[in-house]
């Protein structure tokens, strides 16, 4: 049973003491047992793990491990890439963050031959470690959902011929892709931006 | 015109010039998330005094080779506009900002949970729109609301003010002229729950005994000054404050 209280609680604010609930979300407790808040927002009393949360008025754009990222490949090498996380489970972040994107496990391939630079990409967030952000596009529904040419700029299009599956409609480059299942629906890019009126 | 000679700050009634007791606290007005594109934002005004607060972040550290591998860095920037005092002050930051600046960054870093935000950077930028005296103790604590406002993890709130010594007497939250005249100021700020002391300075002489009585004056202010950051985040989420 989870008991919400209407208060309004304030940075290190008292709530209980150790014996009566945990320390749970938005929480610390102190050297001498007892729980206080840290930040602004409403107390919940979790009576069945014994936990006192305190739900966080404004949310932190707090990217966590198995997220859904929206970005954008800045840099390349064979092995890795820098991507530029734009938005996160469908929204757009205010601040945006740097992660890496590490090529196939076990594959000889470079990564260029998955990714471009320019690209809007699909990814999971796979680890945080200290703060530095991993993601990956090597799961059924991420990689590319609009590939950008490699060699004039202009958005690429779906193609099928031999090993090529992306076209580039301005100078007929034939390019290869990991592609997601949305790769080139803009609405629904937009959309997953949250950005469709 | 500027003033010679020193004014009679205290009358015979033990008023002060702007009619306060030695023990009174200026009018003060506190709000919060007033800036709309910011992380979070609050106001303070105390009497003649006007600062505003906002926060950015957790954010990446920029340049990158500043962030720190296990926390946060808090960046601070305490700044008065060049219309805020009675003379034009000049525009960029002089020694007495950068110094200011550094006492509310080291004052906030000694509350905000900075492990839990590694490599990342927050911004706190502090502005003076009106000076009249207490502008760092109003800084830190409009400071320190915005932080709670934009959702960042602290220990506790913080809550600031200066008392000096004037005519002899100590005196709570010395205005400009009262801080000018006066023989001494020395601004507090401490976390209002645990009493804990985040920042002193004094400025001038006090006895060990005025400086006791300082510190007890400027601390029953702290309490007011906290109830009414309470009254302020109470007005601006629309629910009660009460202990729970």
């Keep these: ?197 | 015109m500027t003033q010679t000679t020193k004014p009679k700050l205290i009358d015979e009634n033990g008023r002060r010039l702007d009619g306060r007791g030695p023990t009174d606290l200026r009018s003060l007005k506190i709000e919060v998330g007033i800036l709309e594109k910011s992380d979070g934002s609050a106001y303070v005004e105390l009497g003649k005094t006007k600062v505003y607060a906002a926060v950015y972040g957790p954010k990446e550290a920029h340049p990158k080779h500043l962030a720190i591998p296990d926390r946060a860095i808090l960046n601070c920037r305490y700044h008065m506009t060049s219309f805020s005092t009675d003379e034009r002050k000049i525009l960029g930051m002089t020694r007495r900002e950068v110094e200011l600046s550094k006492v509310i960054r080291e004052a906030l870093e000694s509350v905000v949970f900075l492990e839990e935000f590694p490599r990342s950077a927050i911004d706190v930028f502090v502005e003076v729109v009106q000076a009249d005296g207490g502008t760092r103790t109003a800084g830190l604590t409009a400071a320190s609301l915005a932080l709670a406002d934009a959702g960042i993890p602290m220990r506790e709130l913080i809550a600031a003010v200066a008392v000096g010594k004037v005519d002899g007497t100590i005196i709570l939250d010395p205005s400009d002229i009262e801080d000018k005249y006066g023989e001494a100021d020395m601004p507090v700020g401490m976390t209002p729950s645990s009493n804990t002391i985040v920042l002193l300075q004094l400025n001038g002489k006090m006895t060990k005994d005025e400086f006791k009585q300082g510190l007890e004056l400027a601390q029953a202010g702290i309490q007011k000054i906290y109830q009414a950051q309470r009254e302020a985040i109470r007005r601006k989420y629309g629910a009660s404050t009460t202990e729970v």
């Design chain 1, 1 to 197: 049973m989870v008991e919400e209280k209407p208060q309004i609680v304030l940075p290190g604010e008292r709530l209980c003491v150790l014996e009566e609930f945990l320390s749970g979300k938005g929480t610390r407790v102190s050297a001498d047992g007892v729980v206080f808040a840290t930040v602004v927002g409403r107390v919940k009393f979790d009576r069945n793990k014994r936990e006192v949360h305190v739900e966080v008025i404004k949310e932190l754009d707090n990217i966590t491990v198995g997220d859904i990222v929206l970005g954008e490949v800045r840099e390349l090498q064979s092995k890795s890439a820098m991507i530029r996380i734009l938005g996160k489970n469908g929204r757009l972040l205010k601040h945006q963050r740097v992660a890496a994107l590490l090529a196939k496990p076990g594959s000889k391939e470079s990564l260029g031959h998955y990714v471009s630079v320019g690209d809007v990409i699909l990814a999971k967030v796979t680890s945080i470690i200290s703060g530095l952000l991993n993601v990956s596009i090597w799961e059924p529904g991420l990689g590319v959902i609009q590939a950008i040419c490699d060699n004039c700029g202009s958005t690429m299009t779906n193609v099928k011929k031999d090993k090529y599956n992306v076209y580039c409609p301005k100078c007929r480059k034939f390019d290869t892709r990991k592609m997601c299942a949305h790769h080139g629906n803009e609405k629904r890019l937009y959309s997953w931006l949250g950005l469709m009126t």
